[in-house]
């Protein structure tokens, strides 16, 4: 069959000949392992990396045009939904900046409200051309969908941004850094709430209502009435035997919120180690601590058939996902242990890509990743539309 002999930009044309071929494109693609978005920072190009053929797609460019009447831009890839990339691009002279969501496939693009509030940016004297201004940007659903609710973490680490994509402007929250100067560090939705997680050890986690936020903006202001996150008792995790983890929510294939944790060690011999930990939170509304709702978690060793894919979008900024691994076709060069309870992730330092038994904790790089380092590895889905 013609498409399938063709890579992913290739093949899309195809689609447009006649339904049996868009449906061979579907069956070939739709349940394929998600892909990577590489990108280094501040560049307008990025490239595409396939695992399950493991081949790439390289100089791709990101949209033109986002920012009007600015001579320089700077474009990366702060967050995804599905098979929607969330771009953030941002100018120097005149300081500007704007995010829209993006579809690689098929060049769809959606835009969200105008970054204008100062929060979004540090001082000219503490910063220069490589400082991002969203740290993650994550969606509560698919872009088209009406009740579509957009969070991002800016880069004053205190400041949360809550929006629609037809928002004219985007709604803050601020918040006081816990102690070492610590504030927000990941964000994640679930079940129609934000949860927020506060300090480099999770020294706490604020969940909030973004309906509740977006419905208390005063009228002609994008300054919340006030603050609106809900703490919770958060006992002490159980990685305490980790240096300086990263760490990722994520909602589990099967509906579960997720807390994953990824540290690595460097030894004197210049080799690598990286062990993960993974926790399955929910709020305990019937139990109050001072309070407070009750955050309890356990830790898991068997997340069954499904994998759990990390990327990161930063130094210590973590972005995953999880999947049902039973409808992926199985990849040869994963010799066995790309099936289910297996994490996935990338390496900062290197392009490889690793993976991660949890079963009995074994680690391998069965692939190349491309050959291409990069410092942004987003995971996504492909989809045309």
């Known amino acids: 069959m013609i498409v399938k002999r063709l890579w992913l930009f290739d093949s899309i044309s195809c689609t447009a000949v006649c339904s049996s071929w868009r449906l061979v494109w579907k069956r070939r693609f739709g349940n394929q392992f998600p892909f990577i978005l590489r990108s280094l920072p501040y560049q307008s190009y990025y490239s595409l990396y396939s695992p399950g053929e493991d ?30 990339l969330i771009i953030a691009e941002h100018s120097q002279h005149p300081k500007s900046a704007r995010s829209y969501f ?32 969203i740290v993650k940007t994550v969606a509560s659903s698919d872009p088209t969908d009406p009740n579509c609710i957009v969070a991002a973490l800016t880069i004053h680490s205190h400041t949360l ?3 629609r994509p037809n928002d004219a402007s985007w709604t803050l929250q601020h918040d006081t850094p816990v102690k070492g100067g610590f504030g927000f560090t990941d964000l994640h939705f679930h079940e129609g709430e934000l949860y927020a997680t506060v300090g480099r050890m999770i020294d706490a986690v604020q ?17 919340a009435d006030a603050f609106k996150g809900k703490k919770l008792w958060v006992e002490p995790l159980p990685h305490h ?13 099967s509906g579960e919120m997720l807390l994953v944790f990824k540290d690595e060690r460097k030894w004197k011999n210049d080799t690598e180690e990286f062990s993960f930990l993974v926790l399955r939170c929910k709020v305990d509304k019937t139990i109050r601590i001072m309070g407070m709702n009750l955050l309890k978690y356990e830790e898991m060793n068997d997340i069954g058939e499904q994998a759990i894919f990390i990327g990161d979008i930063g130094a210590e900024t973590l972005i995953a996902m999880a999947k049902p691994t039973n409808s992926m076709p199985v990849i040869d060069k ?52």
């Open 207 to 223: 969940m909030f209502d973004p309906i509740e936020v977006l419905s208390q903006t005063q009228c002609g202001s994008d300054e």
């Open 334 to 385: 994963l010799g066995g242990h790309g099936s289910g309870n297996c994490i996935y992730f990338t390496n900062g330092k290197d392009d490889r890509i690793g993976v991660y038994n949890l079963a009995d904790r074994t680690l391998k790089y069965p692939l190349t990743g491309g050959h291409q380092q990069a410092h942004s590895k987003v995971w996504f889905t492909p989809k045309l539309s």
């Open 55 to 84: 081949r790439a797609t390289n100089n791709l460019r990101f949209p033109k045009g986002v920012l009007v009447d600015c001579r320089c831009t700077a474009s990366y890839c702060s967050g995804s939904y599905g098979s929607w």
């Open 241 to 253: 035997t980790m240096r300086d983890p990263s760490f990722s929510l994520i909602t589990s294939s």
């Open 161 to 163: 941004a809550f929006c």
């Open 102 to 133: 993006f579809n690689p496939l098929s060049g769809a693009r959606i835009a969200l409200p105008p970054h204008l509030n100062p929060s979004f940016f540090v001082r000219d004297d503490e910063t220069d051309w490589d400082e991002k201004f």
